[in-house]
C-alpha cells in the first residue's frame, strides 16, 4: 500500500491539474475515438491513407487556476515528432514546472 494521504485541506480540488494530449492529423484524417460525426446517410466512399501521416501532438493542463498550454510537441529543426518518455520528461522538466511556478500552487496534485 502507497503512503497515507492527509485529505483535510479545504482547497484540495483547487490544487489537481488534469492533463492530457491530443493529435492532429495533418492530412485531414480524424480520429473517431475523439469526434463522432451523424448522419442520416452512408455514402460507402473509401478513402486511401497511408499508414503513418504526419500528425501535430499538442498537450495541456486545466485546472481550478486556469489553464497551462498549449504546448506542441516538435524536435530542435521545428517538425513534429512522436511523444515518447524522454520528450514527455523533457517537456514537464523544461515547460509545465516553469509555468507551474507563475501560479500561486504550493502543492499541487498531478493526474
Not at 24 to 31: D, S
Not at 83 to 92: A, E, P
Request: charged fraction near 20%; include cysteine.
Amino acid at each position: 500500500m502507497g503512503p497515507k494521504q492527509d485529505c483535510r485541506c479545504s482547497d484540495f480540488h483547487k490544487r489537481i491539474f488534469f492533463s492530457d494530449e491530443a493529435h492532429f492529423w495533418l492530412n485531414g484524417y480524424v480520429n473517431k475515438q475523439n469526434c463522432r460525426i451523424w448522419s442520416e446517410a452512408n455514402p460507402q466512399v473509401y478513402v486511401e491513407t497511408p499508414l503513418h501521416t504526419e500528425k501535430l501532438t499538442v498537450w495541456g493542463v486545466l485546472w481550478a487556476g486556469g489553464i497551462i498550454g498549449p504546448y506542441f510537441f516538435k524536435n530542435d529543426e521545428g517538425h513534429n515528432v512522436t511523444v515518447n518518455g524522454d520528450r514527455y520528461r523533457t517537456m514537464i522538466t523544461n515547460f509545465f514546472i516553469p509555468e507551474s511556478k507563475n501560479y500561486d500552487v504550493q502543492e499541487l496534485c498531478f493526474q
